[in-house]
């Protein structure tokens, strides 16, 4: 049994396109959020929502729109895809003592 | 900014305990530590969590010293799949707030 599922696993595409990822948790959480992790290995976390409403944005720029159809789902989607955003982006849900990842997305913008 | 300090990187024979040590000299007192590994191209799992007291668990043991500034993470019998990044985080109890990430501890298991 998947806990917090993404897909796709790896998403390769050009320069401009815009992109969505997309992630589940079956785990009953109100919280879920998105980390990205660059080149380098570090890990920042991007957005938080809690019960489907955004409660924390890390000066994400705005081609990056996080949506939250329900609390078992919050999807990412990128406008306008740059160099600067390949990475892997990895989705994760908490209750109360820890964060639940899942197994990440690798982007990589040509 | 991330508010521990911890080591590079570290090797340990396989079988042996591998205690990773870190640094939290700015701990405010409701700020618990929690330990998280990421195995390679995996996401980050959690290991355990205390205040002030050490804890155990199936996974690991947590050793925090009587003035809270440091802690020392413990595998009792390292094997080759904890092979893996290890981070040390000070946070607020509860599940809404954000992880902030530093550097880890890569942790090698020597065979």
């Known amino acids: 049994d998947t806990a917090v599922s993404q897909t796709p696993k790896y998403l390769v595409t050009q320069m401009g396109n815009d992109k969505s990822i997309k992630c589940e948790q079956n785990?009953?959480?109100?919280?879920m959020y998105w980390y990205k992790q660059d080149s380098k290995k570090f890990l920042k976390i991007m957005f938080s929502y809690n019960n489907k409403e955004l409660i924390i944005n890390e000066t994400v720029p705005n081609r990056f729109s996080p949506k939250s159809p329900d609390k078992a789902h919050l999807n990412l989607h990128i406008n306008s895809l740059e160099l600067g955003d390949s990475a892997v982006y990895f989705c994760?849900?908490?209750?109360?003592?820890?964060?639940?990842f899942g197994p990440g997305t690798r982007l990589t913008v040509l | 900014d991330a508010k521990t300090t911890q080591p590079p990187s570290m090797d340990c024979a396989e079988g042996r305990a591998a205690n990773l040590p870190c640094n939290h000299s700015?701990?405010?007192?409701?700020?618990?530590v929690y330990w998280y590994r990421q195995i390679h191209s995996q996401g980050p799992q959690y290991i355990i969590h205390g205040l002030k007291n050490n804890e155990t668990n199936e996974m690991a043991s947590l050793i925090i010293t009587e003035d809270r500034k440091s802690s020392t993470l413990i595998l009792p019998h390292a094997t080759l799949r904890d092979t893996a990044v290890y981070y040390c985080?000070?946070?607020?109890?509860?599940?809404?707030?954000?992880?902030?990430f530093g550097k880890g501890t890569r942790l090698h298991i020597l065979p």
């Open positions: 994760a849900s908490s209750q109360v003592w820890e964060q639940f």
């Open positions: 985080i000070v946070r607020v109890a509860g599940g809404d707030d954000k992880i902030i």
């Open positions: 785990l009953g959480h109100d919280t």
């Open positions: 700015t701990i405010s007192g409701n700020e618990y």
